[in-house]
């Protein structure tokens, strides 16, 4: 770390700790050149993740969306609101996992629905019913068949 006040960089850490917004850590560092002390914030540098929808427009990764999505999937179903958190943490680990700039709203679809169908088999059906489009009755009972298989 380069010393703001006379530009060189053999400076050492004397103290780290969590900043006070948890979310960074603060350095105390001392210039070993010319003894004067200084104070750095080290924070997660994050991707930030450009989804693709189906129509190819693009738009910025935002989780309430596919939050919503899963809650109404869920609605008036025995899923705790800790279970949907957790599902929604697997969903979005999978997302930053990947490290990668784009991500289809396809590739995102049939994670929900994978970490559904082992939830919740209803509420797996309600997602894929809206995800997939099904467009009448017997594409939605293809889908309940090869459930009961």
């Known amino acids: 770390m380069k010393c703001p006040y006379c530009g060189r960089i053999n400076t050492r850490v004397i103290d780290s700790r969590p900043a ?8 105390r560092r001392e210039c070993d050149t010319c003894g004067r002390r200084f104070t750095t914030y080290e ?10 929808k189906k129509d190819n427009n693009r738009e ?3 989780r309430s969306k596919i939050e919503s999505g899963i809650l109404r999937a869920c609605h008036k179903r025995p ?7 957790e599902l929604m943490d697997e969903v979005e680990a999978f997302i930053f ?5 784009e991500i289809s709203t396809r590739e995102i679809g049939e994670v929900v629905m994978e970490k559904l169908k082992a939830l919740d088999s209803v509420a797996y059906v309600r997602f894929a019913s809206v995800y997939r489009e099904f467009k009448d009755v017997n594409t939605f009972m293809d889908e309940l068949r090869k459930m009961v298989e």
């Open 20 to 27: 006070d917004d948890g979310e960074s850590i603060r350095r």
């Open 43 to 52: 924070k997660v540098e994050t991707i930030p993740v450009i989804v693709i």
């Open 60 to 62: 910025t990764y935002d």
């Open 79 to 85: 899923i705790s609101a800790d279970q949907v958190r």
């Open 97 to 101: 996992n990947k490290e990668v700039r």
